[in-house]
T-cell receptor
Framework: RKEVEQDPGPFNVPEGATVAFNCTYS??????FFWYRQDCRKEPKLLMS???SGNEDGRFTAQLNRASQYISLLIRDSKLSDSATYLC????????????FGKGTRLSVIA | NAGVTQTPKFRVLKTGQSMTLLCAQD?????MYWYRQDPGMGLRLIHY???????AKGEVPDGYNVSRLKKQNFLLGLESAAPSQTSVYFC?????????????FGPGTRLTVT
């Protein structure tokens, strides 16, 4: 089993839609969880950390379910500028390093 | 890129040649990482460092060596380049503050081995 698995995508959604990305991780000792965004031919950029209680940043909501080893990212009211690849990232051990990336889910928001 | 730079940005090598990629950060971060990204494979960890003078192997370390002689620099070396090492290489720098985590990637190095 891969350490971090994501929906393969791609997701093509109209502007204004709500879209959800899911991610599962295999190491139950993992402690830190993140969502990154990567635009075509650019470096990944941290979108948000994921906390046990769930957290929200504007139109973005991240959830963590430790029992199921599952992470999600919800984007509400999608914008054209949200088009990118979204990467689920997990620390694979009991410490905070190293980071392991999922393969990413590509999102295209269509006008 | 909030203080993470990579040198060079592009490079073409012939099989068997060697080169060193330089990653530099000015944020006093302890952790630095080297990843490679290939189509359909996502980002894969090559080597990483949790502090000056320390290095560790990641998922795909074969064919690469690293050094962290200074805290701000993390070097990735290819002693004898192979076509399979054609990829985009990203360096990352991570630091933990009292309020959270800072994570930044460099702009990448596009390497082609012919």
């Amino acid at each position: 089993r891969k350490e971090v698995e994501q929906d393969p995508g791609p997701f093509n959604v109209p502007e204004g839609a709500t879209v959800a990305f899911n991610c599962t991780y295999s190491n139950s000792a993992s402690q830190s969880f993140f969502w990154y965004r990567q635009d075509c031919r650019k470096e990944p950029k941290l979108l948000m950390s994921v906390y046990s209680s769930g957290n929200e940043d504007g139109r973005f909501t991240a959830q963590l379910n430790r029992a199921s080893q599952y992470i999600s990212l919800l984007i509400r009211d999608s914008k054209l500028s949200d088009s990118a690849t979204y990467l689920c990232v997990v620390t694979i051990g009991a410490g905070n390093t190293p980071l392991v990336f999922g393969k990413g889910t590509r999102l295209s928001v269509i006008a | 890129n909030a203080g993470v730079t990579q040198t060079p940005k592009f490079r073409v090598l012939k099989t068997g040649q060697s080169m060193t990629l330089l990653c530099a950060q000015d944020m006093n971060h302890e952790y630095m990482y080297w990843y490679r990204q290939d189509p359909g494979m996502g980002l894969r960890l090559i080597h990483y460092s949790v502090g000056e003078g320390t290095t560790a192997k990641g998922e795909v370390p074969d064919g690469y060596n690293v050094s962290r002689l200074k805290k701000q620099n993390f070097l990735l070396g290819l002693e004898s380049a192979a076509p399979s090492q054609t990829s985009v290489y990203f360096c990352a720098s991570i630091g933990f503050t009292g309020t959270g985590v800072e994570q930044y990637f460099g702009p990448g190095t596009r390497l082609t081995v012919t």
